[in-house]
């Protein structure tokens, strides 16, 4: 973790060790993240949720 006068840091420790397919930062200030075994997770407020789980798992991800 670091920091500096304009921005901070933070570790976003995952416990899987899938590599992720996409991430998308949304305007309330969370972060969602897509990875490689399906798995769906959104991070907010420091907050790590899983979302849901994609059985087969995804190979490419588009937020709209």
Do not use: T
């Amino acid at each position: 973790m670091s920091c500096d006068n304009r921005n901070i840091f933070e570790e976003i420790v995952l416990l899987s060790p899938a590599s992720i397919i996409d991430i998308h930062f949304l305007f309330d200030g969370s972060l969602w993240l897509a990875n490689a075994i399906g798995e769906v997770f959104k991070v907010f407020n420091g907050e790590v949720e899983e979302l849901g789980i994609q059985e087969g798992g995804i190979l490419a991800a588009r937020w709209s």
